[in-house]
């Protein structure tokens, strides 16, 4: 069965630093995909990035990067130059291939707090 | 442009009144998910369409019922709500093809009376 961790239940910085949101994961297949998505506290789910675990170069999105590490099964996530509207709840996910569904495994998501 | 759309944003019903949520998309996305949140939690799948293939989770209640008329329509019922399912309801979707990512819509929080 796959399983998603983030370590972190919060974090703060301040705003214009960077910051690094934890993910492990855990699957046998050698074919997956991690995603991470920002919820803020009016409830959307924001897609932010996506990994693929054959691709060979780190995800980036603008201010979002992923630190992919395969061998330590780790997905990290780094924001660059925070701001204020970074403030949310953070999730990563796993897709499990299953037939056409590509369900998604969340982790327990990290609560992130930019501060002035 | 909302592209995934939840009705209401916010949704009171009583105890065991039975209550609709609805989701539409402009994407034409092949497939379409429901999920649970409760506060401070992750989502919770409770089924999912493929096409109109539908597909329960093991552990979802049969209080939770779904239909899918067509390709921009999906439905949530839940039949006789309980304290318990309060929480904000997400429907998201996805095209089938590659390895794109689920697009949310803003979600129905359920409040329980």
């Known amino acids: 069965a796959q399983k998603i961790t983030q370590t972190q239940p919060g974090m703060f910085v301040q705003e214009k630093e960077a910051v690094t949101l934890d993910c492990t994961y855990d699957?046998?297949?050698?074919?997956?995909?991690l995603f991470w998505y920002k919820q803020p506290s009016s409830g959307e789910m924001i897609f932010l990035i996506y990994?693929?675990?054959?691709?060979?170069q780190n995800a980036t999105e603008g201010r979002y990067s992923l630190n992919f590490q395969k061998a330590r099964k780790s997905a990290n996530l780094v924001i660059s130059a925070s701001q204020l509207g970074d403030s949310a709840m953070y999730f990563c996910?796993?897709?499990?291939?299953?037939?056409?569904?590509?369900?998604?495994?969340f982790g327990t998501g990290t609560q992130l707090k930019v501060e002035l | 442009d909302a592209m995934v759309i939840q009705n209401p944003r916010y949704q009171v019903t009583q105890f065991g009144k039975p209550v609709t949520l609805s989701c539409s998309q402009t994407l034409n996305h092949n497939v379409m998910y429901w999920y649970q949140q409760k506060s401070s939690q992750a989502p919770k799948l409770l089924f999912h369409?493929?096409?109109?293939?539908?597909?329960n989770e093991a552990d979802t209640p049969d209080n939770f019922q779904s239909r899918r008329p067509n390709t921009s329509f999906c439905f949530l019922d839940i039949r006789s709500p309980g304290l318990g399912d309060a929480a904000m309801y997400l429907c998201a979707t996805r095209d089938r093809v590659g390895n794109q990512p689920q697009h949310f819509g803003d979600g129905t929080r359920l409040s329980i009376l």
């Open positions: 699957t046998s297949d050698p074919s997956y995909g």
């Open positions: 996910a796993m897709r499990e291939p299953t037939g056409g569904g590509n369900k998604l495994t």
């Open positions: 990994q693929g675990s054959y691709d060979q």
């Open positions: 369409y493929y096409d109109k293939d539908f597909n």
